[in-house]
């Protein structure tokens, strides 16, 4: 290896360096901090009056808070591409809880969803959704140009977990799964055309699907009742119609934590999950309610600037998996309480209650967050530095 020479000028390049995103942590914790004082709100009435502790639902979300910021640490501490390596593991074990599920899962409103673990249930089609977007990335790493052999890979492998969840019954993951997935193709590459053609493909098994009477009951009539909100609304749209005079009765300023009609007198059915925006909105108004927004909207922001930062295809296509997630969760969230769409009883990111999602949201935020402080360091510029 050659020696500088005594005296002459060399480049120092500056390099970025690997630093925490402020941002999206603070983000998480206040809008972690807001959902638990939510679910004392909203929750603290009805235990009042069965006799419990008013804050034992917020104290056990609590507890799923503590476990969902280890999981966050750790996956930010193993390095995206360890993740890679794993990818395989993470999703065959997934696939695992998703036959379990079926197989001795708890029957709770005429769904089996949860495997119940003592103390708490364990809901696999949540842990689902991180384990997805890392098996597509992986997928579609490699790939120097989306090919349809490719894209029925990619649809292959979203179809296995997605029919396990399809048989509990769980549309609305199915939904989460199909969004991201498309997100993810157009990401890698998949042009226009290729979009659209799936796009079509979609609607017709959609169609085909209520036609053939493969859908549950329950299921096809959400989706009439959503498009006919006229009828049947003490049966079928009887959530959205208490959620929205919670909204509205927010108005601009709220009607003050703690202060909500609807929430108080526990109108509103699901509150603590399902329909956790209409507590935000009765109580803290319009401005509280586009805030919640406003912070979800930067949240995504920064999972499209850690895409954009990676250091190799695989980071650029899981945060913007993960950017898909949180944006298509939210949007469904609100829009569904708000009446623009039907319900499908997906949680709003941070603020439902519920423990699966929350820590399984928390791991893929922590891959998300390994790709960002493991990114490449670029070089910035160069500096001259005299060497002696």
């Given at each position: ?351 439902s209650f519920g423990g699966s999602f929350y820590i399984s949201t928390l791991f893929g935020l922590g891959v998300a967050h390994s790709i960002w402080v493991h990114r490449s360091r670029v070089p910035l510029g160069a500096v001259p530095s005299r060497t002696v």
């Amino acid at each position: 290896m050659s020696q500088p020479i005594p005296g002459q000028v060399q480049l120092r390049p500056q390099v970025e360096r690997s630093r925490p995103d402020f941002v999206m942590i603070t983000i998480i914790a206040s809008l972690t901090a807001l959902g638990l004082l939510m679910i004392l709100s909203t929750s603290g009435p009805r235990l009042e009056a069965e006799g419990a502790a008013r804050a034992s639902e917020m104290v056990r979300q609590s507890t799923f808070v503590v476990l969902g910021a280890v999981v966050f640490l750790v996956a930010t501490i193993l390095s995206d591409r360890q993740w890679r390596l794993l990818t395989p593991w993470v999703y065959a074990g997934t696939l695992f809880l998703l036959v379990l599920v079926l197989i001795i899962g708890e029957l709770i409103q005429g769904a089996a969803r949860w495997i119940p673990l003592g103390v708490v249930n364990l809901q696999p089609s949540e842990v689902a959704k991180p384990a997805v977007i890392l098996i597509l990335a992986a997928l579609l790493a490699g790939a120097v140009k989306v090919k349809w052999l490719r894209i029925l890979q990619a649809f292959a492998l979203v179809g296995v977990p997605a029919v396990l969840i399809f048989l509990q019954p769980d549309l609305g993951t199915m939904l989460v799964f199909g969004f991201v997935a498309v997100v993810m193709l157009f990401v890698a590459g998949t042009d226009v055309r290729q979009i659209v053609i799936l796009g079509l493909l979609a609607l017709a098994a959609l169609i085909f699907s209520i036609e053939a009477n493969v859908l549950q009951e329950y299921q096809v009539k959400r989706l009439t009742g959503f498009l006919n909100p006229g009828e049947q609304t003490l049966e079928i749209n009887y959530n959205q119609n208490q959620s929205q005079i919670a909204i509205a009765g927010g108005s601009m300023f709220g009607q003050g934590l703690f202060e909500g009609t609807q929430t108080n007198l526990a109108f509103v059915p699901a509150q603590t999950t399902d329909f956790i925006f209409t507590a935000v909105a009765e109580q803290l108004g319009f401005v509280g309610a586009a805030t919640v927004i406003g912070l979800y909207a930067v949240l995504v922001f920064r999972l499209l600037v850690i895409s954009s930062a990676a250091r190799d295809r695989f980071g650029q296509l899981f945060a913007a998996g993960m950017a898909a997630m949180i944006a298509f969760h939210v949007f469904v969230n609100i829009g569904m309480t708000i009446g623009l769409l039907p319900v499908t009883g997906l949680p709003l990111p941070f603020l439902s209650f519920g423990g699966s999602f929350y820590i399984s949201t928390l791991f893929g935020l922590g891959v998300a967050h390994s790709i960002w402080v493991h990114r490449s360091r670029v070089p910035l510029g160069a500096v001259p530095s005299r060497t002696v």
